[in-house]
């Protein structure tokens, strides 16, 4: 059975203004010490975790198809620290011969040299996170690099070897124009990129970014002009070549991030590391995100998970329509079929003949899909399924 393997690195420079993600800047412990103590330490429960795993599916022939190093940052860890961990991975699970292994980075935490370390230690697809080219825009977004690091930072991938590179991008920010985004669009396919994930800015209620929005210190960016940017972005990337496959993620062909495919067709998945997320054999189930819980549970042999839940039929069934359906080329009937035992139709003939009739979803011989109308409108469609 092919396996998707999720890594969390939860460490970073400097928390962004709108990052809800589990992760802990380095800069707020201030002694090199007590740093390289807890980034060991961590990196230790993090293999144990993966042995854990090991020993509870020793029986299982699992292949790992893609391995995915997010955060937080990986790349503030040196490339030992990442290459250790996969050779951990490498002596306790089987590889697909083509694996794909992808590690998070942001600009100016990599230079040449660590880029060729990491390279050596397997990773072939890195994914940048640029978001913006606009000083001002990076500024707001509390974000540590420079636009002209992202540059620097992609041609170093690119002199290390890097045939693969993702650049993430956000619209939608206070203050944005559809001219600046538009510049933004421009600078990122001028780099050519093999991959761009591109998302709407998501307002998390805690982070700082948010509370200046509700306390009207920032103006948030309309629903209109937010279209605009989706419109300008889909135009763009198809001029330039880049087929969109998933509602927010662009590839030039061939070059889609498999590990996020896999998400994407609920399949199964392991996620190992604080406040990680996995779902096998129908189970979905979280870790704990404290560091130091996290560790504490690992170190004294236990599983850190805090959340478990084992999925019904209509679980799997309506989590597999909400992911599916993400992707442009939709759902494909045959699977879901031979998944669930009945056809698409069967269970949900009603709802699909409503959204066909407004245009929102589309019914092919292959498929059921979202028009591009109905990308738009991808929650309202969602709701009839859940």
Request: one cysteine or more; hydrophobic letters at 35%.
């Amino acid at each position: 059975m092919k396996v998707a393997l999720y890594l969390h690195f939860p460490f970073c420079l400097q928390k962004c203004r709108y990052c809800s993600f589990n992760s802990l800047p380095l800069s707020q412990i201030v002694s090199h010490e007590e740093r390289m103590g807890l980034t060991d330490r961590y990196l230790n429960a993090l293999q144990k975790e993966i042995s854990f795993y090991a020993d509870l599916y020793a029986d299982h022939k699992w292949e790992l198809s893609s391995i995915y190093c997010g955060g937080g940052t990986p790349t503030v860890l040196n490339a030992d620290s990442i290459s250790q961990v996969l050779s951990c991975c490498s002596s306790h699970f089987h590889w697909s011969a083509d694996i794909e292994i992808t590690v998070e980075a942001n600009p100016g935490t990599v230079t040449l040299e660590k880029l060729k370390d990491f390279k050596k230690a397997g990773v072939n697809r890195l994914s940048l996170g640029a978001q913006s080219f606009h000083p001002e825009e990076l500024k707001l977004l509390g974000r540590t690099h420079q636009a002209g690091e992202i540059v620097e930072s992609y041609e170093a991938a690119r002199d290390a070897g890097f045939d693969n590179i993702n650049l993430d991008l956000i619209y939608g920010l206070p203050g944005q124009s559809l001219a600046s985004w538009s510049d933004t669009l421009k600078e990122a396919l001028r780099l050519s990129p093999e991959h761009l994930s591109v998302y709407g800015l998501s307002l998390e209620a805690s982070t700082p970014l948010a509370q200046d929005i509700e306390e009207g210190k920032l103006e948030p960016s309309s629903e209109d002009l937010q279209i605009a940017m989706w419109e300008k972005t889909a135009k763009s990337m198809a001029a330039a070549g880049y087929v969109r496959y998933e509602i927010s993620n662009y590839a030039q062909p061939g070059r889609e991030c498999r590990h996020n495919i896999t998400y994407w067709e609920n399949r199964p998945y392991l996620g190992v590391g604080a406040g990680a997320h996995g779902y096998l054999e129908r189970l979905r189930y979280a870790d704990e995100s404290d560091l130091q819980i996290y560790m504490n549970r690992v170190e004294g042999g236990e599983f850190p998970r805090v959340f478990e839940e084992r999925q019904s039929d209509l679980d799997e069934r309506v989590y597999t329509i909400i992911m599916g359906l993400r992707l442009t080329k939709g759902l494909s009937r045959k699977c879901f079929a031979e998944r669930f035992g009945r056809l698409f139709e069967d269970f949900y003939g009603k709802e699909l003949s409503l959204l066909v009739g407004e245009g929102l979803m589309g019914v092919s011989e292959d498929a059921i899909f979202l028009t591009e109308g109905g990308r738009l409108l991808a929650n309202y469609v969602l709701s009839h399924f859940v």
